[in-house]
Structure formats: C-alpha cells, structure tokens
C-alpha cells in the first residue's frame, strides 16, 4: 500500500480528508456555520503549504473552483460563502488528497491526472447496514488503541501502519454517517481491514480483532457490492 509519501505526511493527508469529509457531511445535514469557515480556511492553508502552491490561481485548478473562491475562503474566514462554493471547495480538497494518497506525488500542482472520488447516495435501504458496519468499526478502532504488543505490529505491520488504520476507519466511520459515501474510500479500509485480519489470525490474544476485522472487511465489500448495485 506504498503511496511515496513518508508515513507522518500520509497520517496529515487521511487527517485532513476526515475533516474536510466531516464539514461535508455535517454542511448535508446541518449548513454550515463561521467555526466551519475557519476550519476550511484552515484547510485551505495547510493545502497550499503543504503542496508549494505558489498561488491561489494554480491551487483552485486542482480543486475545480476559482481563484477568487479560493482565496476568499483562505483570507476570509469570516466571510460566510455560499452553501454551493462551500461544498464544491470542500470536494475539491477531497480530490487533491485521494491523488496524493492515491499516486504519491505530493506535486499536485503539477499533477493533472484527473481521480475523481467516486461519490455515491446511501439508498434508506443501506441505512441499517450503515449502523451495524459504524458500530463493528468504532469497537476495532477501540480494540488497536488498546494493543501495546510490539510484537504484534512488526512483520509488515509496524506502529506507522496501526496508526494509519486507526484514522483511515475513523475517516471512514465520519463518511458513513453521510448522505453519500465515497466508494474508494469504503474499498481501501476494506483493503486494510483484510490484511489486519490475516495478521491478528496467527495470535490466539488477537483472536477477537482478527474477527472483527475480518467481519469489518465483509461487511464493508457488502456495502460496496450494493451501492454499486443500485
């Protein structure tokens, strides 16, 4: 699962996207409000930063918005913008996130690959599914904070890696509480959630993680299985 980016920029990467996916999720539901504004102008900083943007108009090509949209949200926190301009500014950091922990290239201003999230409604028939799978992901995120066995986490699963899995499934848990998921997502925690099954397996103390993982990953192909199906 190699992406070229260093484990502590991959961890900042998954950080922001939950909280980029969050503001969408609670905007869905709720609007938004100027706490929210900061935080997207917060974002927005960190984005720039963290790419070398040289400038808000090479920056909002990649995020599908323009320039002046851009910068209004980064300088003008305190400026409420539209519920539109919100949104789709929001989706655009999401993308520029998922290229880079997609391809590993942290020149996303140079990188014009276009991998859109792939975005999908939760039909009501899902919603009881959502539940199950929200809870059986929060109990496995609680089990790893809880393992202390370095033992455990070598062998092609190191500390970085358990880290990493803990903000993807919390990531993933903010998503599914939205009125749309992001299939790619759903599959890369799947994707995890498998190997940490097959890891856990060879340890009888790790027996109800291995479990749980494993019953995670299934539960989340099934997930993935309908939404594609309807």
């Not at 997207?40 to 808000?56: I, M």
């Not at 499934?169 to 890369?188: H, S, Y």
């Amino acid at each position: 699962m190699s992406t070229g980016l260093t484990p502590s920029a991959e961890a900042k990467l998954l950080e922001w996207k939950s909280c980029a996916l969050g503001l969408l999720a609670k905007a869905a539901e709720k609007g938004f409000d100027q706490r929210d504004c900061e935080t997207l102008s917060h974002l927005l900083d960190a984005t720039r930063s963290f790419f070398g943007y040289r400038s808000f108009a090479r920056m909002s090509q990649d995020i599908g918005v323009s320039a002046r949209v851009v910068a209004d949200r980064a300088k003008r926190p305190q400026f409420t913008p539209s519920l539109f301009n919100y949104q789709r500014t929001l989706s655009g950091l999401v993308r520029v996130f998922d290229r880079a922990l997609t391809n590993g290239n942290i020149d996303a201003g140079d990188a014009k690959i276009d991998l859109r999230a792939e975005w999908r409604p939760v039909p009501s028939s899902l919603r009881e599914k959502m539940f199950h799978v929200s809870d059986l992901l929060a109990t496995i995120v609680t089990q790893l904070r809880g393992i202390n066995d370095n033992t455990f986490l070598s062998d092609g699963f190191e500390e970085v890696d358990k880290e990493y899995l803990i903000q993807l499934l919390e990531t993933t848990l903010t998503i599914l509480r939205a009125p749309m998921v992001e299939v790619g997502l759903l599959k890369r925690s799947a994707r995890w959630l498998g190997h940490l099954s097959s890891k856990a397996a060879d340890r009888v103390t790790m027996a109800a993680l291995g479990a749980a993982a494993s019953e995670g990953a299934h539960e989340l192909l099934g997930v993935i299985f309908k939404m594609h199906g309807s």
